[in-house]
Structure formats: C-alpha cells, structure tokens
C-alpha cells in the first residue's frame, strides 16, 4: 500500500495529523499532500473540507505566527510578511493582517492587552516588538556607549525586520534607560535579604 497513492479518507487523515503539531496554512498542507502521492482533486477536496471544519484558515494562521513571534521572537512587520509568504500566505490575507495590526497599534488598548489568542502582555506596536527584541538581545546588559555599537545594534534590528527609524528609537531609549541606571541593576527589584 506504500505505492498507492492516498484516498480521500487517508489524505483527511494525514492532513489531520501534519495539522494536530501546530497550525499550516492551506499551501503547507497541501505541500504534505502532494509529497504523500495525493492526486489534485483529492488534495482540493481535503483542502475544502478542512476549511470547513475550520482546520486550515490562513489568516487565523497568520495570526498564530505573529502571535508566536510576539511571544518567542519579535520581528519587524517587513520579516513578519516575509515569512508569512515563505508559508504560502497570500498577500490579500497578508494585507488584511497588516489592516489588523495598524487599528491595534491604533487602540486605546491597556498597555497589557490580550492577543487574539488570549495570551497577555505581548507587544502592540512595531516599537513595542523592536524594544523587546533589543531586550531580549542584550540580555539584561546596558547599552554600550560606542556609536559603532549602537550601529551594530541597529542593524540587527534592521535585519529582523525593523524599520531603520524604529531601530534607532529604541536603541535611544534603551541607551537613555541605561544612563539612568548606570549599575544595570533593575529599578524595581528590591536588595532586602
């Protein structure tokens, strides 16, 4: 049966499984199906009935990728939609996605808002994602004084995707935070033993 191409049945139940990892988008499942020997018209059929059953929606899978990004990686909206058409987005849902992230970026929101997902805390704004990824970057490290330090700081913001005016904001500020608190040490944590 190895040589047999997959039915419908067996090509719902392998979509099914590549899907219970984590979400696809519709052209990585159909991806997987076409590697397994899945002839057109059943890749389509699977591919309908999935996003019936509401298992393959490319813009709830684009959310979950900014969201996941958010939470383990920040990148800037250039890297994000690059990936996103690496995945097989198109570039309509991709368009509705930005649409989404500029009225959020727009909102009155609490600064710890809820994601789509409902995770809380994750950034809002492309500067909110540019000064975590430059936190996460530094680990805890002040800001070094060196301009050629700040230029190699803002370029690897910049190849995360960040726009070069975001970069040098957040390393401004992240640098005026450092000055003001020269020892590195956390405002907020108390030294009582």
């Known amino acids: 049966m190895s040589g047999e191409p997959p039915g419908p049945e067996a090509a ?5 499984r590549y899907l219970a990892t984590r979400p696809r988008s519709r052209w990585e499942v159909a991806r997987r199906l076409r590697r397994a020997g899945a002839e057109a018209g059943v ?3 699977t591919l309908e009935r999935l996003t019936e059953l509401a298992f393959v ?3 709830a899978f684009a959310r979950w990728w900014l969201e996941q990004r958010d939470r383990h990686g920040p990148r800037g909206r250039r890297m994000l939609e690059a990936e996103l058409r690496q995945h097989g ?3 309509d849902v991709i368009a509705l996605l930005r649409d989404e992230m500029a009225t959020t970026e727009g909102d009155d929101a609490p600064a710890s808002w809820e994601g789509p997902l409902g995770e809380r805390d994750l950034p809002r704004t492309e500067a909110d994602r540019a000064r975590v990824a430059l936190g996460q970057h530094l680990r805890g490290r002040p800001v070094p004084d060196d301009p050629r330090a ?7 913001l910049v190849r995360r995707g960040f726009d070069p005016d975001i970069a040098r904001t957040a390393i401004r500020e992240a640098a005026a935070s ?3 608190n020269p020892a590195g040490e956390d ?3 108390r030294g009582d033993a």
Do not use: C, K, N
């Not at 719902?12 to 099914?16: D, K, R, V």
């Not at 700040?150 to 690897?156: A, I, N, V």
């Open 57 to 59: 929606d490319d813009l």
């Open 12 to 16: 719902l139940e392998l979509a099914a």
């Open 150 to 156: 700040h230029q190699r700081l803002g370029m690897y």
């Open 89 to 91: 987005v198109g570039r």
């Open 178 to 180: 450092s000055a003001a």
């Open 187 to 189: 405002p907020t944590a």
């Open 43 to 45: 890749i389509e059929a």
